[in-house]
């Protein structure tokens, strides 16, 4: 039984965990010899010609340093013993600018600073795959979970092989190549299998480590060894980077133990004490040194310097010691990694034992080996779940012939019914999803089986494999997909399918004022019916959210699902909130009036929502409106009608309804114009603020019309009375919701769209996610900067890591995609280390420009898998 269960959970985990530690597998072995592998790269740059003079000192080669960067600070100097490695600097970024500084290269003769090396992107991207899949939180919990799955592979596989034979080592470790078939699957998968048990074992337990908090604790008890009092390690930090051993300047890369070891306690805010003293007592006291780190710090005065140093004959690259001296020379601390216990040993080089090196070269090169076979055992355990498949499959075939019904047609229709209907959605700003789902439950409600899925997920094979499916789908700009849907109408669109077996329905949502009407809608219809496919039904197109052409979805569900009794759809209730403020931004400005508002529910219930989400407002008509059509019309304000919810008066009624011209309603009643005057439709406007806070917080300028004021900007900023009622819902918004975790995150709008950036900023800074981008334009600095002084707090403290700003009235970088190209490289930087972008505010103008930009600058393939990984989302409008 034991081994039943096992054997189900052996294979269950490998056809899904498998594909995952193939990957990290590969990605591990990669990087074995990193170092070495960046130090080929750059001959000249990280290794130099050997000269006869000397190695400048310390000293000497930072003040060749400082003389080329008279403006920046040198935070840090590495230095090896070897005539031919040179020093790596790290130079803090000009005064004023943000950033984590430079790591740069110097000739060790002359002090002269070197190209930036090459290769060092690719290593980082490859190490952000083998740490979390280069997918943030999510990918590092996957990451997590499937290596704690490799202890689970590890062990119960050799259970399920344990032979009878246990002690005989041919059966354990001879692969006989000489089987085909499942049989040589099967001796590729145990035998190999068990040859890297013991790797597999150690690289799991050591990198859970980076995995799980808790499990890095405990690992440090079990050993002994003090818990470190912070984590300490950035992202884009190799593996084995522990909490005592600081972190690895942005940049870095190449050299073997790197900013590996453990940091110096001679930081603080205090000046680095006299190098050219201090360096002999360092040389007398170390007795020579593999490679020293040496941090600078910067400001205050003189009092310690430590040196973070590699002995001679190290045992592994992370056995490093720490020397502090003060001022005088004198020796402070003098920690030797000989000196630990085993267990803090251990504790201090959990890299080591993950990569093999602590065991030295054979050990690096036998790990790598055995991360370079993970792929092995997945495509071996597929290959045998595939042939356990196929046999189970025919057996059940033979059992269908035996117990097949007298009637085939009624076992067709049968197997019809069961099959599910798909429902599938491409959704830009959450209305197609949200009518997808909306579908699925009237389906559902009927009693037929329904499977929800995004369009982007789908691809030609679950098309084929589908006998009916409704497709809910948006249309984006000038008729194009939305962003999460751009792969499959490039893809799956521009190719061919057999759809012959498919009967399909499309709800085309878009809006009449772009020239292509549901252009997506109508090209996705038009791919399916030249495919084979058959129309349930004709495209129904909306616009907007047209009542009348959702009602008449609806009914084509009805007659689906056969439930034509369902009560029509009606917009979810607002909510009942107050108007707590309204605060001028822009006095003085250029364009027109722009609006911080605040409004408080009076249900506390309602303060829920996810930064990206969407109020939907109300609104009212201007009261000089109303009274206008009550005088031209001849009815009386006060007179009491019916309505839905009760008897109202007859001025409260028409603030929300959409007044026709006086002379279309003549002669009708009180009560004709409340039951038949359309409701005024909602207007949409992004949160500025988080539930945290209290209150829902807007940005909104006001329009101008004609005849006024727009209608929901005129009923914010000018109509609603301060501390009167405003109808409210919050509305979800999925396509912008923030990436999960502490991913990098670039932010860019301009004008209003501030107000959705500013809710993600806010949400990121609370959780203590500070490597944040803001790139934001408006017209004058001193009177369109919307929110500054909060903006300079972020700065300030560091929650804003970057901020780059463009005011198109005041001379210099024009707009925000301008910004966004003189920034290429810290774009292609960020992206790099796992950054999602996300861009708020106008779709004339500003975001078709920004994505030019963005396709120039990262190209257009990895835009589009940005844009189907969520990590390129836009709310535009």
Known sequence: MIKAVLFQLHWFFGITAGIVLGVVGLTGGML??????????????????PLPSPLLTPDALLAKI????????????VLRAEPDRAARVLIAPPPGTQGRGEVRYANPYDGALLPPPRGQETMRFIMQIHRWLA???????????????????????????????????????????????????????????TWVLPFYLLAALTGLTWSYEWYRMGFYDVLGAPRPTARGTPPAAPPGQQAQQGTRPNGEGGERGGNRGQTGTGGGNRATADLATLWPVFL????????????????????????????????????????????????????????????????????PLHSGSFFGLPGTILMMVASLLMPL??????????????????????????????????????????????????SQSGTAERLAWQSAGALKAAGLPVEVKALGALGPDALTATRRALFVVSTFGEGEAPDAAR???????????????????????????YDRFCGFGRDLDAWLRTHGATPLFDRV????????????????????????????????????????????????????PSFHLALEPMDAADLAWIPGDIAEIGPHNAPAAVEAFLSATGHTGQTQVATDTGIRSLRDVLAERLLPAPAEVAGRTPDD???????????????????????????????????????????????????????????????????????????????????GLRAHLKARIRAGHDRNWLIFGERNAAHDFYFRDEIAGWTASGGLEQLDLAFSRDGGTRYVQDVLAAGADSLKDWVANGAAIYVCGSLAGMAPAVHDVLVRTLGADLLEQMAEDGRYRRDVY
């Not at 490799?150 to 006989?176: E, M």
């Not at 973070?308 to 030797?336: C, F, I």
């Open 673 to 755: 114009l409340a039951r038949t005057l359309p409701p005024l439709p909602h207007r949409e406007y992004s949160i500025a603020s988080i539930p945290e806070d209290g209150r829902l917080e807007l940005l909104v300028r006001q329009t101008r019309t004609d005849t006024g004021f727009g209608l929901g900007s005129g009923w914010l900023t000018s109509h609603a009375p301060k501390g009167g009622e405003i109808a409210l819902r919050v509305r979800r918004n999925s396509a912008f919701h923030p990436p999960a975790g502490d991913q990098p995150l670039i932010l860019i709008g301009n004008g209003t769209g501030l107000a």
């Open 32 to 49: 074995s010899f990193e170092d070495e592998i960046i130090s080929a790269l750059n001959p000249g740059i990280i290794t130099v010609a």
């Open 284 to 351: 007398k006291e170390s007795g020579g040194y593999e490679q020293v780190i040496l941090r600078l710090p910067q400001g205050g005065s003189g009092s310690t310097q430590s040196f973070q140093y590699l002995p001679l004959h190290a045992p592994h690259d992370r056995a490093s010691n720490t020397l502090v001296l003060d001022a005088a020379g004198k020796v402070r601390e003098h920690k030797r990694y000989a000196d630990l216990p085993l267990g803090q040993k251990l504790a201090g080089s959990i890299f």
């Open 541 to 592: 197109e909306v616009d907007g959210e047209d009542p009348s052409a959702l009602r008449h979805w609806q009914a084509q569900l009805g007659a689906i699902s056969g439930a034509t009794t369902q009560p029509d759809w009606v917009p979810p209730a607002y909510g009942r909130w107050r108007l707590t403020m309204r605060q001028l931004l822009n006095a003085g400005s250029q364009g027109l």
């Open 487 to 513: 792969a499959f109408a490039r893809r799956t669109m521009a190719g061919t399918a057999a759809l012959g077996q498919l009967d399909y329905g499309v709800l085309a949502l878009g809006e009449r004022s």
């Open 377 to 426: 055992f997945t495509v071996t355990g597929w290959l045998l779940y595939l042939d356990r498949r196929r046999k189970k499959q025919a057996i059940a075939r033979q059992s269908d012939v035996l117990d097949a019904p007298h009637s085939p047609v009624a076992a067709a229709l049968s197997a019809d019914v069961a099959a599910p209907v798909l429902v599938a959605f491409a």
């Open 66 to 77: 400082r003389a080329a960067e008279p403006d920046r600070a040198v935070t840090m100097l």
């Open 135 to 193: 997918a943030g939180e999510v990918g590092k919990q996957i990451v997590g979970a499937s290596t704690a799955i490799l202890i689970f592979f590890a062990l119960s596989g050799l259970y399920l092989r344990w032979p009878r034979n246990a002690l005989s080592l041919k059966r354990w470790f001879t692969l006989d190549l000489s089987k085909r078939g499942r049989s040589l699957f099967w001796e590729l998968h145990s035998v190999i299998g």
